[in-house]
């Protein structure tokens, strides 16, 4: 079955410490996101990456990095420099060809982080 | 720079009624998507529009798009507990990055 994983499912760690969020896609897609969602709130975008070896800041990428080395892979690490760490982390990954699914992104199950 | 605006943000309906979500968008955009979100859960793909007049159904699930508006709407038919999730509108952002922008969702609360 194609799709999106997230590993892992709940992570708690303590502050100061980094961590690295896990997503892996089997889509053959080209590009990959992480969002960020707070309580009751909309997706903020972290960093996106279009194409291997390369990836952009989103609107919110104070505190994190990412490296995209393989097509499948897009790692998320929230440093200890992220002041609010706690969050709902979503992955996702889209298709840059033309066709009906261009730009639609498909969504992983989701991380849930938990810095105290 | 493109805004997506949706509302209301919040919406507490009946089993059995209508009611209709509204997306506006600020720039020319030819490709609206809708998800939906469970608590908890992660976002599900519902509809993409593709064109001007686009219109798609599921069950009691509704999209249409009118892109020289720059609105799209998602609009409920006999409402059920079961629609009850947060739905977010997203447009894509044209130019080099092509990315997603989202609306800041609809929480739909259906009461029986």
């Known amino acids: 079955d194609g799709g999106i994983t997230q590993s892992p499912k709940y992570l708690f760690r303590k502050e100061g410490q980094n961590v690295t969020l896990s997503c892996e896609q089997n889509?053959?897609?080209?590009?990959m996101y992480w969002y960020r969602q707070d309580p009751g709130q909309g997706l903020r975008l972290i960093y996106y990456?279009?194409?291997?070896?390369?990836?952009q800041k989103g609107d919110i990428a104070e505190g994190y990095s990412v490296s995209r080395e393989k097509k499948e892979s897009f790692p998320l690490t929230v440093t200890s420099a992220q002041k609010n760490p706690t969050a709902f982390y979503l992955c996702?990954?889209?298709?840059?060809?033309?066709?009906?699914?261009?730009?639609?992104?498909?969504f992983g199950p989701g991380t849930r982080l938990t810095v105290t | 720079e493109l805004k997506v605006e949706q509302n209301p943000l919040f919406l507490s309906m009946q089993e059995g009624k209508n009611y209709t979500i509204y997306c506006n968008y600020s720039?020319?955009?030819?490709?609206l998507y809708w998800y939906r979100q469970d608590p908890g859960k992660s976002l599900e793909s519902l509809f993409v529009?593709?064109?001007?007049?686009a219109v798609k159904q599921e069950g009691r699930l509704m999209a249409s798009l009118d892109t020289k508006a720059r609105l799209s709407t998602l609009h409920i038919t006999a409402a059920v507990h079961d629609l009850s999730a947060t739905y977010f509108c997203?447009?894509?952002?044209?130019?080099?990055?092509?990315?997603?922008?989202f609306g800041t969702g609809t929480l739909l609360a259906v009461q029986p």
């Open positions: 529009l593709l064109s001007n007049g």
């Open positions: 720039t020319t955009s030819d490709r």
């Open positions: 889509l053959n897609h080209d590009a």
């Open positions: 996702a990954s889209s298709s840059q060809r033309t066709g009906g699914e261009r730009y639609e992104q498909y």
């Open positions: 997203a447009v894509v952002n044209g130019g080099a990055t092509n990315k997603l922008i």
């Open positions: 990456s279009q194409i291997v070896n390369d990836f």
